[in-house]
């Protein structure tokens, strides 16, 4: 016997397209998705206003025929980027955000910060008109143990930045510890996260445990149980702090398959149904559609999606396509060997 649950038409709070061959083969898959914000980590990043709108529209150029998406785009925060050109972006509704990556901290990361103190011209000028910064939150020092790096970039990093600059709007994405939630809750304002499937689905057992699995590798990396659980009550909980931003990440399988595997999650096809099941578990389904459809464009000022989106829950156990083609490769679609009883009705 199937049941059903109607929603409003969700978005995406953090996605990566990647460009090109690669973005035509994974752009369709985001199907469910009215809007997102999506990662400039090209190479070369998207820096300035006229990168920025030169990407909108190649996203907008292979969006398949009927597929009604808009994308939000983000700059990427340098030492060297402009105040300026910033501010015009973001007025002209080029830009939505600028995302902030320590340089060397994730994928295609190495033109990011390395000193706090030479953004602070563009972080002031943000915080004065309201433009958001969306923040990788891990700390690049090689003396700190991976599974630390977001606690300690919080205590480094974020909360002197937020001390010193109160009025800037930071979104913590992809949140991975107990950590994160306990700061995001104890701020009294102008800070937000959000939280991807894997990290609600799995623990950093799921990864390691009988053999390493490299298709749950990810950045920030998973962590231990605990951690999930304090990720679990927050995503359900209600708080309109919180929200979904799939950090869907695709990679060609032979780059995710090497001696050297890249981070990175595909769960773009799949992530809807995922959340379902994750709030089905936690006895929480009255508050999906906040987290998927409410929070997230509150947080940034938007409008509500007006569309609808329908999910069908299975008795039996539901299947997606283990990879979709690229003109890049195949890329593997997140599933984490669990029971799915969600789809999302096409």
Known sequence: MTSTLTLTRPDDWHLHLRDRA????????????????????????VVTAVDAATYRDRIL??????????????????EATDAADVAAAHGAGIATAVKLYPAGATTNSASGVRDIDKVMPVLERMAQIGMPLC????????????????AVFIDRVL????????????????????????????????????????HLVLNR??????????????????????????LRRAATSGDPR???????????QHAKEAACGCAGVFSAPVAVAWLAQVFE????????????????????????????????????PVHFPASVETGAGPVVVFDPGLPLHWRVKD
């Open 281 to 316: 578990e936690e006895g929480a389904l009255d508050r999906l559609e906040g987290f998927l459809s409410q929070h997230g464009p509150a947080w940034y000022g938007l409008a509500q999606n007006t569309g609808t989106i329908e999910l069908v829950r299975e008795d039996a």
């Open 242 to 252: 919180f929200f979904v931003g799939t950090d869907s990440a695709p990679h060609p």
């Open 159 to 198: 909360d002197p930045l937020r001390r010193r600059l109160p009025e800037l709007k930071v979104t913590m994405e992809h949140v991975t510890t107990a950590d994160g939630v306990a700061y995001i809750e104890s701020a009294e304002r102008n800070l937000a996260g959000s939280f991807t499937v894997q």
């Open 205 to 230: 057992n799921h990864m390691l445990v009988g053999g390493i699995r490299p298709h749950f590798y990810c950045l920030p990396i998973l962590k231990r149980g605990t951690h999930q659980k304090a």
């Open 61 to 78: 150029a292979a969006l398949p025929d009927g597929q009604d998406f808009t994308p939000l785009m983000t700059l990427y925060l340098t």
């Open 135 to 150: 923040v990788h939150g891990e700390i690049t020092d090689a003396a700190v143990d991976i599974f630390d790096r977001e």
């Open 22 to 45: 690669m973005m035509e083969g994974v752009l369709p898959h985001s199907r469910h998705f009215a809007r997102a914000i999506v990662m400039p980590n090209l190479v070369p990043p």
